[in-house]
């Protein structure tokens, strides 16, 4: 690459944000190149597999309640696969062990959620989700940690411990560093409902993986993504931009699409440095660092799910999500994403054994996103107070350099329809931009 040739685009990150913004750049006739720090494109969803089985190490489900990525599913012709609902669970409360029916499960769940949102017959605390910055308690709501909440909540144990467990899984972190309005956005997204919001939440996933539908939306736009690429400095200037890589390339561009994930836009350097807010927010991080382990069984006869409320053990949530044959695949997820490793067959199989007696693992795996230097924790999740202001302070560009990422999501924040949605309308922000350009 050389400095001298100046390229409409480049975007930065070849995740869903930066895939679905460098296409509509593309689209509409522009030069685009996007650079890609990993060996492969999808950054955050990753398909792989264990001893034989299709396992997805990052985002997994996707929904129909999800327009951006149903439509890309739609477009791609790829096959939907639905997962098993749950088998007997085991709730683990206060040290012991006890069955608990699913049923029931999903009552005090309802009566639970409908609680921390203060369902009422005036309506919902956050009527539209895609518009925020139009409620008027917005802020307010986005001060208060979801543990705040559920410590004020006036229900029965059971419910409160239900709930607990059920949102730490969603949180991927402990309760008090995340903001009560990013909770209220996913419930709001999706309709208000508990059921609803589980279907959204973890049922519907690609047959093939979700790395395929990145592959698709890449390939159908002939995209130019130039793979272990990282970029480690933009340096603007009046006219164009210059991005340069850790193996010293530099390539300049009249425009710059920064997807990259909100917890790494900290590794790099900005001349002129980002604006103070935008600045703070990426030194705070988001809050999700947690763990999603993959492991495989053989031959039980039902399956178990399990469920632990917050701190009790390192795994929130058990459920088996795929049965061949004999074998059965398991998903689960905890809050501290350093809390055992994942790849480790032994350390899996101490902590299944607390978990259930019948537990025993075949093989397990999982990606330690929290220590990977190209996504520094999981879904975003933000922090109290970090919704309003991450959507105020990364709604105008920096000069040449436009922002997009799942954080940037109006609707679906933290997911990949949100890093869709978010790379659609920032490709749209710089074809715009790229007009005025020419016009001056
Ligand atoms: C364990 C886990 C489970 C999840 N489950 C779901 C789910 O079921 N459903 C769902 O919708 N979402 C889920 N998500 C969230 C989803 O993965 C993300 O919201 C979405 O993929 C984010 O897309 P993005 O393009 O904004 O960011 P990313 O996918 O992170 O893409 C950013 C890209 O930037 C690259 N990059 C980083 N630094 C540099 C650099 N210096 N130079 C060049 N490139 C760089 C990265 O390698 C990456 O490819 C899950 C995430 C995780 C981790």
Redesign the pocket.
């Known amino acids: 690459m050389s400095t001298d040739r100046v390229v409409d685009v480049v975007v930065?990150?070849?995740?869903?944000?930066?895939i679905a913004a460098a296409r509509g750049i593309k689209n509409a006739g522009y030069k685009v190149i996007t650079?890609?720090?990993?060996d492969r494109i999808g950054?955050?969803?990753w398909t792989s597999e264990l001893s034989g089985t299709k396992i997805e190490y990052?985002?997994?489900?996707?929904h129909w309640f999800q327009p951006f990525?149903w439509q890309e599913f739609l477009r791609s012709g790829l096959s939907l696969h639905e997962d098993p609902w749950f088998p007997p669970i085991t709730l683990h409360e206060h040290g012991k062990a006890r069955p608990l029916d699913f049923d029931h499960f999903r009552e005090r769940l309802s009566i639970g959620w409908n609680a921390f949102a203060k369902t009422s017959s005036d309506g919902h605390l956050l009527e539209r989700p895609y518009q925020l910055e139009e409620l008027e308690a917005a802020e307010e709501l986005d001060s208060l940690s979801v543990q705040d909440v559920i410590d004020q909540l006036d229900i029965d144990d059971e419910t409160k411990l239900l709930l607990s467990s059920e949102i730490a899984v969603q949180m991927n972190a402990h309760p008090k560093d995340v903001s009560y309005l990013s909770q209220l956005r996913w419930w709001s997204a999706s309709g208000w409902d508990v059921a609803l919001m589980i279907d959204c939440l973890a049922r519907y996933k690609i047959e093939s993986g979700m790395s395929d539908l990145a592959s698709a939306m890449a390939s159908n736009a002939d995209l130019d993504i130039r793979l272990q690429?990282?970029?480690s400095e933009v340096l603007q200037s009046p006219n164009s931009v210059e991005i340069s890589t850790t193996e010293g390339k530099k390539i300049r561009a009249r425009r710059v699409i920064c997807?990259?994930?909100f917890n790494?836009l900290k590794?790099?350097s900005f001349t002129p440095p980002l604006a103070a807010e935008k600045h703070a927010l990426s030194q705070e991080e988001h809050a999700a660092k947690g763990m999603?382990l993959l492991f495989k069984t053989v031959g039980e006869p039902e399956g178990h799910a399990v469920i632990a409320g917050p701190g009790e053990k390192p795994i929130n949530l058990l459920n088996p999500i795929r049965v061949e044959g004999i074998e059965r695949l398991y998903v689960g997820f905890g809050t501290d994403g350093t809390a055992f490793d994942p790849n480790n067959l032994e350390e899996v199989n101490r902590v299944l054994a607390d978990l259930h007696p019948e537990l025993e693992a075949t093989d397990a795996a999982g990606h330690d996103?929290h220590n990977d230097e190209?996504?520094r924790g999981?879904?975003?999740m933000p922090k109290p107070t970090q919704n309003i202001r991450t959507l105020q302070a990364f709604d105008a560009p920096e000069h040449r350099v436009h922002f997009a990422?799942?954080y940037l999501g109006r609707g679906w924040a933290?997911?990949?329809?949100?890093?869709i949605e978010s790379g659609i309308r920032t490709a749209d922000e710089v074809i715009e931009a790229l007009r005025k350009d020419k016009q001056t």
């Open positions: 930065l990150g070849a995740g869903f944000a930066g650079l890609e720090a990993r950054g955050r969803a990052g985002a997994t489900w996707i990525v690429h990282v970029v997807a990259l994930p790494c590794d790099l999603k996103w190209f996504s999981t879904w975003h990422g799942d933290g997911f990949v329809d949100g890093a």
